[in-house]
């Protein structure tokens, strides 16, 4: 199976400092969605891996979420896309949760629930957070420089990436070059 692992907000859509509360407040990437139905097109599963914690912080409920996420897959589907399946981290940081990027514990549920193990998963999200996850589940990291690493599009990068992260400008870059190199290969000389 061929599987791919991204953050949300600030790599499918905008972010914002004060959280994603309502539908009416998704507002998807330019290029983010049909970036996804490419995967899609192409015979990749994709999963989102999500911390919000504006559940644990009590600025927005469940159904709020729910009622997001039926947004973003009407819109995937208006231009012939889907994700398989969202799975987010409710807890506030204070909680010590083991779900909470940038620990683990989402990246693992993955695994589980789809009964492979993470080794080489292309995983993209928009923080170093992000990525540490992704890599310490075994998934090979890649940044979009987009949301929090918007300002890092003309040079640098964020303070701990794992080793071998492959920057991209955005989701769609990031889409053509796993589409590029297809299942294998190696993500240093896709992104080149």
């Known amino acids: 199976m061929k599987l791919v692992i991204l953050d949300r907000d600030g790599t499918i ?16 990437l330019p290029g983010a969605l049909e970036a996804i139905a490419r995967l899609n ?11 919000q914690s504006g559940l644990g912080r009590g600025l927005f409920d469940v159904a709020s979420l729910n009622a997001i996420h039926t947004k973003m897959h009407k819109m995937l589907a208006a231009v012939g896309g889907r994700v398989d ?7 506030s940081p204070e909680e010590s949760c083991l779900c909470r990027k940038p ?4 990246f ?3 695994g589980a629930r789809f009964g ?6 292309p995983t993209a999200g928009d923080s170093a957070r992000d990525l540490q996850a ?4 075994g998934c090979e990291p890649h ?4 949301g929090k690493s918007a300002a890092f599009r003309d040079g640098g990068q964020p303070e701990g990436l794992p080793a071998g992260t492959v920057l991209h400008a955005d989701l769609s870059a990031f889409v053509d070059c796993i589409i590029a190199r297809g299942e294998q290969g190696d993500p240093a000389a896709a992104a080149a």
Do not use: M
């Not at 399946?85 to 807890?91: K, L, Q, S, T, W």
């Not at 620990?103 to 989402?106: E, H, K, R, S, T």
């Open 41 to 51: 097109h192409d015979g990749w599963r994709v999963v989102i891996a999500s911390n």
């Open 85 to 91: 399946a969202v799975f987010y981290c409710p807890h």
């Open 13 to 28: 859509n905008t972010d914002s400092d004060d959280f994603i509360k309502t539908p009416e407040e998704w507002t998807p």
């Open 134 to 137: 992704g890599a310490t589940a």
């Open 103 to 106: 620990l683990p514990g989402l």
């Open 116 to 121: 492979l193990p993470l080794k080489g998963v």
């Open 108 to 110: 693992e549920q993955i």
């Open 143 to 146: 940044l979009v420089l987009t």
